[in-house]
């Protein structure tokens, strides 16, 4: 069998909406995933209704390069950020990849079912 193989282009162009167009026609998410490889900061510089008045939970994979501008959006619209891979360690420090972001409002729900699930994996 031949293995042919072929050059990526330079650049790739893609069709993209914003989170916040995208809520003009769907309904509204509780909890919202991310992980886009390195991109994130450019999902949140299109959710800024999102973040201001939807208030999901954000479950978030982020790249180191992008940690400061994406704990500066959360902190600037009242969220809390923990360690989304050991929820027991309570707020994040340090570097960490994976964030639950909850906002204020929630937390004192999110905090009890977080103790609820410490209970029942220790």
């Keep these: 069998m031949k293995r042919e193989w072929y050059a990526l282009p330079a650049a790739l162009q893609v069709a993209t909406l914003s989170h916040d167009t995208i809520l003009n026609s769907t309904k509204a998410p509780d909890l919202i995933k ?9 999902l949140f510089r299109g959710a800024k209704r999102a973040l201001r008045f939807v ?20 902190e600037e ?9 050991v ?10 990849y994976n964030w639950l972001a909850i906002p ?8 009890a079912r977080i103790d609820a699930a410490r209970c029942t994996v220790s």
């Design 87 to 96: 929820l027991d360690k309570g707020l994040i420090e340090g570097k960490i």
């Design 34 to 42: 991310v992980d886009i490889e390195g991109a994130e900061h450019y």
């Design 104 to 111: 204020d409002e929630k937390l004192p729900l999110y905090r």
């Design 55 to 74: 208030r999901p939970v954000w479950f978030v994979e982020v790249a180191e390069a992008n940690s400061a501008e994406l704990s500066r959006a959360f």
């Design 77 to 85: 619209q009242r969220y809390r950020i923990f360690d989304g891979d």
